[in-house]
């Protein structure tokens, strides 16, 4: 399974980002995708997850900012974040489980939220 990540960048606070994943290499469908972030000196987390099922999770901080979408058909994950703030900068890794519960990671994409 191969992800590749795209829709990261510099903006400034209350602008926009669109985050894509796009998984290859299975033919099945992911029971879960999601995403995370790492700042600098923090640990990785969760910032929103989807399942097969359609039934989505957020960290409080990004709850009715963000949101979390996919197209099964085509293996994608997306993240729309909206109202972006300073503290929103990081490191985020796209991440999915396959039906037999393996996990694969994203190479990352930098997001940079300017005050």
């Known amino acids: 399974v191969k992800l590749v990540e795209s829709g990261g960048g510099l903006v400034q606070a209350g602008g926009s980002l669109r985050l894509s994943c796009a998984a290859s290499g299975g033919t099945f469908s992911f029971n879960v995708m999601g995403w995370y972030r790492q700042a600098p000196g923090k640990q990785r987390e969760l910032v929103a997850s989807i399942t097969s099922g359609i039934t989505t999770k957020y960290t409080d901080p990004v709850k009715g900012r963000f949101t979390i979408s996919r197209d099964s058909a085509e293996n994608t994950v997306y993240l729309q974040m909206n109202s972006l703030k300073p503290e929103d900068t990081a490191v985020y890794y796209c991440?999915?489980?396959?039906?037999?519960?393996?996990?694969?990671w994203g190479q990352g994409t930098q997001v940079t939220v300017s005050a």
């Open positions: 991440n999915v489980v396959d039906p037999w519960a393996n996990s694969y």
